[in-house]
């Protein structure tokens, strides 16, 4: 009796745990959270029921089902490398990444088995068309509107499944090594063409200002020269204005005239790199007259008369204190002989000895050099009547 009461409440134990066992399960399986930008499809006996947005939900256990979990949020997918032919028969490696964003989710669920593998062979195959209508050169310039031409397709023919493609980038372009190598090659020949073609630019520009800066520094420098030579043209006019006017207000003499010609002859002669030098053929002349001159007692031929130890230059000059006469003739001949003697020892006249019948102004075969061409005199002042 014992033994039958113990196995009856042992069966009755087992039954009520089961029992509880099967509420607590039944309790988890009817109340569902939903985290947020999650969107859970629930199916009552294998039909669409509904779709369950974030928050607190109760499904009526073993008639309500999960059928599948849908991430709202807007995702990346990276698609590998794919191979396409260009318009003139070129391979190029295109990699693609595609920016879209689930929108229904029963549609994602229901309308399409796997939507990402879907979006990738959708997205090679419109490549493959668009990539094939251009060449090289278009395609690799011509990325904005691929991606247009991507984005348009992809858009309609993914918004059946619920899904909208937000943006489509082609990650890479990669054409053949050959390829690349003579695109390398064209690419340095363009940057040296460039190179040579803005050295030569610099080089030019550069001779320009050089021509620009040499004419300016030329005229300049002209116009400086003429206006020193016309300076000193200016001056030197002055210079012989004075001395002149100097002459004539002094009323100078032959005689005065003829010491200061022997006063610049052993000037000329002292002259450390003179060689050579002149005498003129009136040398014999001045000294004539100068001793005529100061042997006549101060009375030139024809000319006026003076009183004692007045300036021959004016009344208005200071009185002049001249030597003796005689003493002036000897240091002139002894100045003189002094000059031929230094110009015999300086050296010989064009290849021979100096010779000074000829260069006192006498030919080799007789007659004298002919004089310079001298300015004619001024025509001394009439004497004025003595009382």
């Known amino acids: 009796m014992d033994d039958t009461t113990n196995v009856g409440t042992i069966a009755l134990y087992l039954v009520l745990g089961l029992v509880l066992l099967f509420v607590v399960v039944a309790l988890v399986r009817s109340v569902r959270i939903v985290p947020q930008t999650v969107a859970i499809i629930v199916e009552r006996l294998g039909r669409y029921s509904r779709t369950l947005d974030a928050g607190l939900h109760l499904l009526i256990p073993f008639v309500d089902r999960v059928r599948a979990g849908v991430d709202l949020r807007e995702q990346v997918v990276s698609f590998p490398p794919q191979p396409v032919i260009t318009s003139d028969n070129l391979v190029v490696s295109i990699d693609t990444v595609i920016y879209f964003q689930v929108t229904d989710p029963k549609s994602a669920v229901y309308e399409i088995a796997n939507y990402i593998t879907g979006i990738e062979q959708l997205t090679v195959t419109t ?31 993914t918004g059946r499944w619920g899904i909208r493609v937000n943006r489509v980038e082609l990650k890479a372009i990669d054409p053949p090594a050959s390829v690349q190598g003579s695109m390398e090659q ?183 050099v002919p004089p310079p061409l001298q300015k004619p005199a001024t025509p001394p002042a009439p004497e004025e009547p003595t009382a």
Request: proline share 6%; net charge negative; charged share 25%.
């Open 127 to 157: 490549l493959r068309n668009v990539i094939g209508s251009m060449d090289l050169e278009q395609t690799l310039t011509s990325r904005d509107q691929i991606n247009g031409q991507l984005r348009g397709v992809l858009d309609e023919a």
């Open 186 to 368: 064209q690419m340095r020949a363009e940057r040296d063409r460039r190179a040579a073609i803005l050295t030569a630019e610099g080089v030019k520009q550069s001779q320009i200002l050089t021509a620009e800066g040499e004419k300016q520094a030329a005229i300049l420098r002209a116009e400086g020269e003429a206006q020193s030579a016309i300076l000193r043209a200016e001056g030197e006019a002055r210079a012989i204005l004075q001395v002149f006017d100097a002459v004539h207000r002094g009323d100078a003499d032959p005689k005065l005239l003829a010491y200061q010609y022997l006063q610049i002859l052993p000037k000329i002669a002292q002259s450390p790199s003179s060689k050579m030098w002149f005498l003129p053929s009136e040398l014999t002349g001045a000294l004539g007259q100068l001793a005529r001159g100061f042997g006549g007692g101060g009375v030139d031929d024809g000319g006026p008369t003076r009183p004692a130890g007045e300036s021959p230059l004016g009344g208005d000059l200071p009185p002049v204190a001249l030597t003796d006469p005689a003493e002036a003739l000897a240091e002139a001949r002894r100045e003189s002989a002094a000059a031929t003697a230094d110009a015999t020892s300086a050296g010989t006249l064009s290849g021979r000895p100096f010779d000074p019948s000829v260069e006192l102004g006498q030919r080799p075969g007789g007659g004298a």
